[in-house]
């Protein structure tokens, strides 16, 4: 019987987009435009009939080959790249609410993304009802019947603090709302949000993701029809991934499964069965021998099967 491919495979050789020469680096398309070979061609790939590329603001093979990953990864539907992280977050927010909608969102998130609820998604009409504790009660507590989008960040930052990812999920399937899962943390090695129920997972792909601080990009990953959403918001804000960012990204995923088993490991054989230095801390370090376990109650699967 066959032996399903591991996470480190499909890191490498999944999706779908092949270069015609059959390098076995992807190429980078640096172009801005594609040719065409007529004019109604290039009429059909700008209303999306079709297939082909039109434009790199419209999506690009090498930046499209990062999404595929992602999706497979993270098991979504699709994906969407972006220039930054909070080019991901603040287009999948903009992209699922509307002027009279109401978002339920933990203080303790990273500050960018408490800043654009704070200050920038109420002067769309949306209102924001921000929480202080992370546990299911707290967001059941704050929910309203214009209750559109529960946001999580777990593990959160600075904080480290983990949410039950299921619990949630559940509760805005409930109240007709969408969630909306900030994974950067964690990575899809050590959680995937969607298989617990969440619509939509972002990340800043500056992070793990990429892995040699030499890219600055997010994603988004989820069902198909918020993507698709999300699609039109980032090609009328802008915040594009260029290809050279996004083949940085496709190398960085190449490593991802052995740096992030080796921070796992690592945490785990430094501060296992004793305190941090200096006393009690939100540490993601000392942190990790308990916190998998907490995950893991919470729907985050932490400890992996082998890479391959």
Same mark, same amino acid.
């Given at each position: 019987m066959?032996?399903?491919?591991?996470?480190?495979t499909?890191a490498?050789?999944?999706?779908?987009?092949?270069?015609?020469?059959?390098?076995?680096?992807?190429?980078i398309?640096?172009?801005?435009?594609?040719q065409?070979d @007529?004019?109604?061609?290039?009429?059909?790939?700008?209303?999306d009939?079709?297939?082909g590329?039109?434009?790199?603001?419209?999506?690009?093979?090498?930046?499209r080959?990062?999404?595929?990953?992602?999706a497979?990864?993270?098991?979504?539907?699709?994906a969407?790249?972006?220039?930054?992280?909070?080019? *991901?977050?603040?287009?999948a =927010?903009?992209?699922?609410?509307?002027?009279?909608?109401h978002?339920?969102?933990?203080?303790?998130?990273?500050?960018?993304?408490?800043?654009?609820?704070?200050?920038?998604?109420?002067?769309?009409?949306v209102?924001?009802?921000?929480?202080? =504790?992370?546990?299911?009660?707290a967001?059941?507590?704050?929910?309203?019947?214009n209750?559109?989008?529960l946001?999580?960040e777990?593990?959160?930052?600075?904080?480290?603090?983990?949410?039950?990812?299921? *619990?949630?999920?559940?509760?805005?399937?409930?109240?007709?709302?969408?969630?909306?899962?900030?994974?950067t943390?964690a @990575?899809p090695?050590?959680?995937?949000?969607? *298989?617990?129920?969440?619509?939509?997972?972002?990340?800043?792909a500056?992070?793990?993701?990429g892995g040699?601080?030499?890219?600055?990009?997010?994603?988004?990953?989820?069902?198909?029809?918020l993507?698709?959403?999300?699609?039109?918001?980032?090609?009328?804000?802008?915040?594009?991934l260029?290809?050279?960012?996004?083949?940085?990204?496709?190398?960085?995923?190449r490593?991802?499964?052995?740096?992030v088993e080796?921070?796992?490991?690592?945490?785990?054989?430094?501060?296992s069965?004793?305190p941090?230095?200096?006393?009690?801390? @939100?540490?993601?370090?000392?942190?990790v021998? @308990?916190?998998?376990?907490r995950?893991?109650?919470?729907?985050?699967r932490?400890?992996?099967?082998?890479?391959?």
């Amino acid at each position: 019987m066959s032996k399903s491919p591991g996470f480190q495979t499909r890191a490498i050789h999944g999706g779908t987009v092949r270069d015609p020469l059959k390098s076995v680096s992807p190429p980078i398309y640096q172009t801005t435009t594609f040719q065409f070979d @007529s004019m109604a061609e290039g009429a059909r790939l700008g209303a999306d009939e079709g297939s082909g590329w039109y434009y790199t603001r419209w999506g690009n093979p090498t930046t499209r080959l990062f999404e595929e990953l992602m999706a497979d990864l993270e098991g979504g539907e699709d994906a969407l790249a972006t220039a930054s992280g909070m080019g *991901a977050i603040s287009t999948a =927010a903009l992209a699922v609410l509307e002027p009279g909608a109401h978002v339920v969102c933990p203080r303790a998130v990273y500050q960018a993304t408490f800043t654009l609820f704070r200050e920038v998604t109420p002067k769309h009409g949306v209102e924001v009802t921000f929480i202080d =504790a992370v546990d299911p009660d707290a967001y059941e507590r704050a929910v309203r019947p214009n209750t559109k989008l529960l946001y999580i960040e777990t593990p959160n930052n600075p904080l480290m603090q983990v949410t039950d990812i299921e *619990a949630i999920a559940a509760m805005a399937r409930r109240i007709g709302a969408v969630t909306i899962a900030d994974n950067t943390f964690a @990575s899809p090695f050590n959680q995937t949000p969607i *298989a617990q129920g969440v619509d939509l997972v972002v990340h800043s792909a500056t992070k793990y993701l990429g892995g040699h601080h030499d890219v600055t990009a997010g994603v988004i990953v989820g069902r198909r029809d918020l993507i698709k959403r999300a699609t039109r918001m980032l090609r009328t804000l802008g915040p594009v991934l260029d290809p050279f960012g996004a083949w940085l990204l496709v190398r960085g995923l190449r490593t991802l499964g052995l740096r992030v088993e080796r921070h796992n490991h690592n945490a785990a054989g430094r501060f296992s069965g004793r305190p941090p230095a200096g006393g009690e801390g @939100s540490l993601p370090g000392p942190a990790v021998t @308990s916190r998998s376990r907490r995950c893991h109650q919470a729907g985050a699967r932490i400890w992996r099967d082998p890479l391959v």
